[in-house]
C-alpha cells in the first residue's frame, strides 16, 4: 500500500559494518557493528516505507560494508542518473553497481568529470515541488561538481558549504520539504551558507532545528509524501513538523549511526517532486565562478601554500592544485598552479584579492586589468583595486607595467593611455582618473617569509632576553654603519618616550653622527626635547634624578611658548634658546625633520604641522628613498609612516609593547625586525654598539646570512 507515487532506492545491509574510519561518528565504533541488529532495523524501516512508497532493492556486494547507504551512490531525476564520484576511496566500488542496476531500467548515465568529487544525493536535494537544487560542498563533493549539476540537471544549483566534518553531507543537516519549506541544522554551514538559506526560508517557512536533535540524525530524513521518518524528533521538534501537516514515523537506526548514518542515507529517491520535465527545461548557466592562479616563491617552508589555500577555503571557495614543481633544495623556489573556484564571481573575486596578498597571480588573465574613470575628484569607482606595500604589476596594453611610488591603501591610477601606473590616494583622484578595477590583471610580488623566524623569534617570547636583544641590536648597528657608509638614507620615527626615557641623548648622538637622514615625529617629542634643554626636565619630571619637581607640569608649555616667540625651532636654536638635544642636532646638521600633530598636541610649535593631508605628504616625501626606517616608541606616527611604506624598506620596530610591535613588523617579511624592550635602554645600547670601530667583516657574514634565497626549482 502507498500513499504516495514516490519510490525509493535500499540495499540490504548483508555486509555492513564499520571497519575503517571516514567520517567523526566512525570512531572508535570498528567492529562495534551487530549485523542482525542492524538488519531488524533496516527491516523496520523498510517496512515503514513499503506503506507509503514503492521500494526497490539493489543486492549488496561482499567487501563493500557502507553499500547500505544507497543514497551516496549518485542523484537520479527522471530518465536521467549522475554516478557518485567518492572522494573517500574506500566507497569507489560500491558506484559501478549501482550505476549498473540503473542503467539496466534504461535510464540515461552521465558522469562528472573526475577531476571533481561528489557524493550523490547525499550532498545534492531537489527541493519538492521547486526546480531548484541544494547542493552541499567543502567536506566531501566538490564545489566544482555543483557545475556540472546545473547543466546536467538545467536548474539552478545552490551550493551550501559545509564546515562541521560530523555533518558531512548535506542530507544530514539540510531537509527541503514540501510548500517551500526546509528543516535545518544551521550550525553545519558556513556563514554564507546560512544567510542564502534564512533569505530563501523566511522564518514561518524555516525550522531551525537544535544540537540535541541534530546529532540524533533528526535531519536524515527520508521523506515519502507527507511523511517523515527518521531515527529521532524530539517532541517539540514533531510538534512543530506536525503543524506543518507532516506525519513523523521514529524508527531505531542506532545501529547505522555508528558509521555516520540514518534513514536518508538508507535511501535513494528515484522519483522527484519536478514541475517542468528534464526534457522542458533551458539550459542555466552556471554562477560558480573560476580562475587559474599561479604562486611562486618558497611556498612550502614559508607556509605560503597553506595561508592561500586556507584563504580559498574560508572564503567559501575550492582549490585543486593542477601543477605543483617543488623546490627541492632549500634554496630553490617552488612553483604551484592552481584552480580556485567559489560559488559566485563576487566570492571569487574577495578570494582572488586575498590570493594576490600571498603573491599569487591570476594566469587566465593575461587579460588587461579592468579600468574605469573616477566618477568625481576625490571619489574612485566602486570595483576599485585596493592596493598593498608590494611592489605590483599591471597588465595593460599587452605588457605588464610596475606601479609607481608603491605603499598600502591605495589606488591605481593608469597615466598617459597606459603608459605608466601610480599609486595615488582617494583623496587626490581627479575626475575621470582611469583607475584600476577588480582583480585581474593584477601581479603582486610579495617577498620570501621564509625568515621571519629571526626578526620576531625573541618577541614571540613576550620577554626578550637581553642576550637576544643585544646581538639584534649589535647586528643592527652593523647595518647602520653599512647605510651610513654607502651614504644611504636612514628615517627615524620616534615619540616622546624616547626623551622621558632618557633616550634622547643617544638619538641626537646618533644625529650628530650622521646616522639619521630624517626625523618624523610629532608635536611632543620636539616639545619635551626642548623641555630638557632648558629646564631639565621632561614632563615635568627631573632627567637626572628621575623625580618631578614642583611646578614642573608647565615647562612643557613655557618651552612652546619660548619657541613660539623666537618664531622657530631653527630661530631659537641660532638664538642659543636652545643649545642641545635632538632638534637642536637636526638643525644644527641640516637634518630634515617633519612634526605632524595631533588632537592632543599643546602649543603646536610653530613646525608642528596641523593640516594632516599636507603632513602625510610631507611624510611620504622624507621616507621616499629611505633604506632603512627605525621606529621608535611612537604608536601613532609609526603605523602612519608603516602604511605609506613600500615593501623593501628595512623596517626596525621598538616598542615595550608587544602588540604594537607586532602589528608594525609584521609585513610578512624578511625586511622587518621588532624588538620589545624600553626604548631608552634600546638607544642607549645602540649607541654603544655605534660607537664600537666598524666591523666590515662581521658584518658581511650577518648579510651572507640572510641573503635572500632566489634560485627556482629545475623544470
Ligand atoms: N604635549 C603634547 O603636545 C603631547 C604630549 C603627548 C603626546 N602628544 C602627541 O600625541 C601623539 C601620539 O603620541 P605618542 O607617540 O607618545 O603616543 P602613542 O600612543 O602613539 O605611542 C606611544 C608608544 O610608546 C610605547 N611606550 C611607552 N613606554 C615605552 C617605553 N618605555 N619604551 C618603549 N616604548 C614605550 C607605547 O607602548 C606606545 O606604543 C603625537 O602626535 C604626539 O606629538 C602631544
Redesign the pocket.
Known amino acids: 500500500m502507498t500513499n504516495s507515487n514516490a519510490s525509493l532506492l535500499m540495499c540490504p545491509p548483508a555486509y555492513f559494518d564499520v571497519q575503517y574510519v571516514i567520517n567523526p561518528w566512525m570512531e572508535g565504533n570498528i567492529g562495534k557493528v551487530v549485523r542482525s541488529r542492524a538488519r531488524k532495523q533496516w527491516d523496520a524501516l523498510v517496512r515503514i516505507l513499503s506503506d507509503r512508497s514503492e521500494v526497490r532493492i539493489v543486492d549488496p556486494i561482499a567487501g563493500q560494508p557502507d553499500m547500505c547507504f544507497a543514497a551516496n551512490a549518485g542523484l537520479k531525476l527522471e530518465n536521467l542518473f549522475v554516478p557518485s564520484l567518492f572522494r573517500v576511496p574506500q566507497r569507489v566500488p560500491e558506484v559501478p553497481v549501482y550505476t549498473e542496476w540503473i542503467r539496466a531500467q534504461g535510464i540515461e548515465v552521465r558522469d562528472i568529470p573526475d577531476d571533481c568529487t561528489f557524493e550523490g544525493e547525499g550532498d545534492a536535494l531537489f527541493q519538492p515541488g521547486r526546480d531548484i537544487l541544494w547542493a552541499g560542498y567543502g567536506v566531501r563533493s566538490s564545489l566544482a561538481s555543483h557545475k556540472f549539476l546545473t547543466e546536467f540537471f538545467r536548474c539552478p544549483v545552490y551550493s551550501l558549504r559545509l564546515v562541521d566534518e560530523r555533518f558531512y553531507h548535506l542530507d544530514t543537516c539540510f531537509v527541503p520539504l514540501p510548500q517551500d519549506r526546509v528543516m535545518v541544522y544551521p550550525a553545519a554551514f558556513d556563514r554564507r551558507s546560512r544567510d542564502l538559506i534564512r533569505e530563501h526560508f523566511e522564518p514561518s517557512r524555516r525550522i531551525e532545528v537544535g544540537d540535541g536533535d541534530a546529532q540524533r540524525f533528526c535531519c536524515n530524513a527520508v521523506r515519502v509524501g507527507n511523511t517523515l521518518v527518521a531515527n529521532h524528533v524530539s517532541d517539540a521538534l514533531r510538534r512543530k513538523l506536525e503543524d506543518w501537516d507532516l506525519e513523523v514515523v521514529t524508527t531505531d537506526l542506532s545501529e547505522f549511526i555508528l558509521a555516520g548514518g540514518a534513514a536518508k542515507c538508507l535511501c535513494m529517491l528515484l522519483d522527484q517532486d519536478a514541475v517542468v520535465p528534464l526534457s522542458e527545461r533551458k539550459a542555466v548557466e552556471s554562477p560558480i565562478s573560476s580562475e587559474r592562479l599561479e604562486l611562486t616563491g618558497h611556498l612550502l617552508d614559508s607556509g605560503l601554500l597553506n595561508r592561500a589555500m586556507d584563504a580559498v577555503t574560508a572564503a567559501g571557495g575550492s582549490f585543486r592544485v593542477e601543477q605543483f614543481r617543488a623546490g627541492l633544495r632549500h634554496d630553490q623556489t617552488s612553483l604551484c598552479r592552481l584552480r580556485a573556484s567559489a560559488p559566485d564571481r563576487g566570492a571569487l573575486n574577495r578570494v582572488l584579492k586575498e590570493l594576490q596578498g600571498h603573491g599569487a597571480v591570476v594566469v587566465a588573465s593575461t587579460k588587461e586589468a579592468s579600468r574605469q574613470a573616477a566618477p568625481a575628484d576625490g571619489v574612485a569607482p566602486e570595483g576599485f583595486y585596493s592596493t598593498t606595500i608590494y611592489p605590483t604589476d599591471v597588465y595593460i596594453g599587452g605588457r605588464w607595467i610596475r606601479a609607481e611610488k608603491q605603499r598600502m591603501d591605495a589606488v591605481l591610477v593608469i597615466d598617459g593611455g597606459a603608459g605608466s601606473v601610480r599609486c595615488e590616494l582617494l583623496r587626490n583622484l581627479r575626475a575621470g582618473d582611469a583607475v584600476v578595477c577588480g582583480v585581474e590583471g593584477i601581479a603582486v610580488h610579495t617577498p620570501e617569509t621564509a625568515r621571519t623566524e629571526e626578526a620576531f623569534a625573541f618577541m614571540s617570547a613576550g620577554v626578550s632576553s637581553e642576550r637576544r636583544v643585544e646581538r639584534v641590536v649589535e647586528e643592527l648597528a652593523l647595518e647602520m654603519k653599512r647605510i651610513r657608509s654607502r651614504g644611504g638614507r636612514l628615517v627615524v620615527v620616534?615619540?616622546?618616550?624616547?626623551i622621558?626615557?632618557g633616550?634622547g641623548q643617544y638619538l641626537a648622538e646618533m644625529i650628530r653622527n650622521g646616522y639619521v637622514q630624517a626625523l618624523l615625529?610629532?608635536?611632543?617629542?620636539p616639545?619635551?626635547d626642548i623641555e630638557l634643554n632648558m629646564f631639565g626636565t621632561s614632563?615635568g619630571v627631573d632627567m637626572k634624578r628621575g623625580t618631578g619637581v614642583p611646578l614642573g607640569h608647565q615647562y612643557?608649555?613655557r618651552a612652546?611658548n619660548r619657541i613660539r616667540a623666537a618664531g622657530s625651532i631653527a630661530a631659537a636654536v641660532e638664538q642659543g634658546l636652545v643649545t642641545g638635544g635632538v632638534m637642536y642636532e637636526c638643525i644644527r646638521r641640516g637634518v630634515e625633520f617633519v612634526?605632524?600633530?595631533?588632537?592632543?598636541?599643546?602649543?603646536?610649535l610653530p613646525e608642528?604641522m596641523m593640516d594632516l593631508c599636507r603632513g602625510q605628504a610631507a611624510c611620504a616625501g622624507a621616507i621616499e628613498g629611505a633604506d632603512m626606517i627605525l621606529m621608535?616608541?611612537?604608536?601613532?606616527?609609526?603605523?602612519g609612516v608603516g602604511n605609506m611604506t613600500p615593501s623593501g624598506v628595512r623596517l626596525i620596530c621598538?616598542?615595550?609593547?608587544p602588540a604594537?610591535v607586532t602589528k608594525l613588523a609584521d609585513r610578512g617579511s624578511v625586511e622587518s625586525t621588532g624588538i620589545v624592550?624600553?626604548?631608552?635602554?634600546?638607544l642607549n645600547l645602540l649607541a654603544h654598539y655605534l660607537s664600537e670601530d666598524a666591523d666590515d667583516e662581521k658584518y658581511e657574514a650577518a648579510v651572507a646570512a640572510k641573503r635572500l634565497r632566489t634560485q627556482p626549482a629545475p623544470e
Open positions: 620616534a615619540g616622546p618616550v624616547v622621558h626615557t633616550g615625529t610629532g608635536n611632543a617629542l616639545t619635551h614632563l612643557h608649555l612652546i612634526a605632524v600633530g595631533s588632537i592632543r598636541d599643546d602649543g603646536p608642528t621608535l616608541s611612537s604608536m601613532l606616527h609609526s603605523i621598538v616598542d615595550i609593547n604594537v624592550t624600553d626604548v631608552g635602554l634600546f
